[in-house]
């Protein structure tokens, strides 16, 4: 994390849902541990994503959980507990051998349990965090498929304390605009109508306070979600309202209006709020236009399209994200958007918001790809640099120019492929910088470019070791390392190493044995064998 944001500290001065979005956003990998008196909670998180959660805390454990849905009996619950006693084996896949729960229950209250852990710590107004960042735990296999954005949404929902609201709000004259950030505009969140209509006043103009009066929700569900909006980075924070009062005289303004100096205070009542005359100051759009400021009023007037439900939106395949990705080399920005070189504005527009929430790397928790991810954000930069080079006159001019000569840099249709060994170094490059999904997408280019050379298959092995559930694949490959060169050591060790962490030790023995045949002085493969036969 940046020097402004502690690895660890108290949740009273750093909020969790604004440590959760900074890992996010530094696509950390680790477990974030918070505790508080008797209760210890930690929060697992891969790639900024969060993927699991475990408590020490009794309450939260798989059987109450269990009771307390109903799901089970006391009888139920005493038997399995002492079944696990005795076998060592998990609650969970006791009930299932008992037949009390199907593995489709259990999967659904295990999704359930790790859910309320996260949520449950949303409430807590203070506690002791820290991040631990590294490798996760092999053996956790119920992975939570929902984004970062929807589980803050539903943790803010959940808070009562008011007054923790109110001082985590701006001042009431304050000016609130939807951010320009394609990643966070695009994300997956999911609101109810009147949540989503409040977003829409969110226009640049509107002030705290006129956003509450425009509001069809009850003050306090305003409030939470206005917190939410900011936490998450959706909305801005923009312009205060001027107080300079004008030389002539004003008419009388009602007493909460967004010119009452309303001062950040624990005691303020959003209930007061007066539905007063929506004031029209901090507009961006005055004056000589920018590029971000055309950008953003772009986005101002698709506000609509943008966060839309669209119940038709379809969750991008294998085969769709795959194919896309492989057609960047060889389209230029208006086949990248999917429109004519003639396309308007507002049909550019349309199609890079359809595009941006096809791609989003959000979209990989509905479809289940989370390897794909390094493709959608590829996709996602590629259309966002397409839409934003011929949103704005000057630039596509140039564009259209460098077209028309042959200058552009994306186009020739036969450009070669990549060869073995640039996937190689792009993968490698990614393992150092701990992305391990994009390290495995390159490593299986690799392969795929060149599958009848071992080393594709050797580093795209030990890349596949590292990624929970990829173990079968990881063996596969390290095989057919050991297919294409027998007497790759390195091989041997690799496999080796995967048996032993998977407690197959008597096959482990054999490849470190087997590498000894190779190298005879290897000591690697020495120290683990008299570890493995002690």
Avoid: C
């Avoid at 309202?241 to 005691?267: L, Y």
């Amino acid at each position: 994390m940046d020097a402004q944001f502690p690895v660890s500290g108290r949740l009273r001065d750093q909020h969790l849902p604004r440590i959760l979005v900074q890992l996010q956003r530094e696509k950390k990998t680790g477990i974030l541990a918070i505790g508080r008196n008797d209760q210890h909670k930690s929060i697992f998180i891969k790639d900024g994503d969060i993927i699991f959660a475990s408590s020490k805390y009794e309450d939260d454990w798989l059987g109450v959980v269990l009771l307390k849905l109903g799901k089970i009996s006391l009888i139920q619950y005493d038997q399995a507990s002492q079944a696990t006693q005795k076998t060592q084996k998990r609650l969970g896949a006791v009930l299932v051998e008992q037949g009390v729960l199907s593995p489709k229950d259990l999967f659904g209250v295990v999704t359930h349990q790790v859910k309320e852990i996260i949520l449950s710590l949303f409430t807590w107004l203070d506690g002791d965090y820290r991040f631990e960042e590294g490798s996760l735990p092999a053996q956790e296999v119920i992975t939570l498929k929902m984004s970062t954005a929807n589980l803050i949404l539903d943790g803010i929902r959940r808070i009562n304390d008011f007054i923790r609201l109110r001082n985590d709000l701006p001042t009431f004259d304050t000016i609130l605009k939807i951010t320009s950030d394609p990643l966070i505009l695009f994300q997956d969140i999911e609101l109810a109508e009147p949540e989503r209509k409040l977003l829409l006043q969110v226009d640049g103009k509107s002030s705290v306070s006129q956003l509450f009066a425009a509001s069809d929700l009850p003050a306090f569900d305003t409030l939470k979600l206005l917190t939410f909006f900011l936490s998450v980075g959706l909305v801005e924070i923009g312009t205060v309202e001027p107080k300079t009062e004008p030389v002539t005289q004003s008419p009388a303004v009602p007493e909460g209006s967004a010119r009452d100096e309303a001062p950040k205070s624990p005691v303020d009542d959003v209930s007061k709020l007066n539905p007063g005359a929506r004031t029209s100051t901090g507009d961006s759009s005055v004056g000589t236009a920018t590029p971000g400021v055309e950008r953003r009023g772009a986005i101002v007037e698709g506000r609509e399209e943008i966060f839309r439900s669209d119940p038709q939106l379809a969750v991008p395949t294998r085969k769709k994200i795959q194919e896309a990705y492989d057609a960047l080399s060889r389209h230029n920005h208006y086949e990248t958007l999917g429109i004519r070189r003639e396309a308007s504005r507002d049909e550019i527009r349309r199609a890079y918001f359809r595009l941006a929430k096809d791609y989003h790397p959000d979209r990989h928790f509905q479809a289940g790809l989370e390897d794909l991810t390094p493709l959608l954000e590829a996709l996602f930069r590629r259309i966002t640099e397409a839409y934003e080079t011929l949103l704005m006159d000057p630039k596509r001019k140039e564009y259209d120019t460098n077209l028309v000569m042959g200058k552009t840099a994306e186009r020739p249709e036969s450009a070669a492929e990549p060869t073995p060994d640039v996937h190689i170094q792009k993968g490698e490059h990614a393992l150092m910088k701990g992305d391990i999904r994009a390290a495995i997408y390159f490593f299986e280019s690799a392969v795929k470019s060149a599958p009848e050379k071992p080393k594709p298959h050797a580093l795209l092995a030990r890349a596949l070791t590292r990624m929970s559930g990829r173990q079968r694949d990881a063996e596969t490959h390290f095989k057919k390392a050991i297919e294409l060169d027998p007497s790759g050591v390195d091989h041997y060790l690799g496999l080796g190493m995967l048996y032993k962490r998977s407690g197959m030790n008597q096959r482990a023995q054999r490849q470190f044995e087997e590498a000894l045949i190779w190298d005879p002085e290897n000591q690697t493969a020495k120290e683990e064998l008299k570890k493995l036969r002690s």
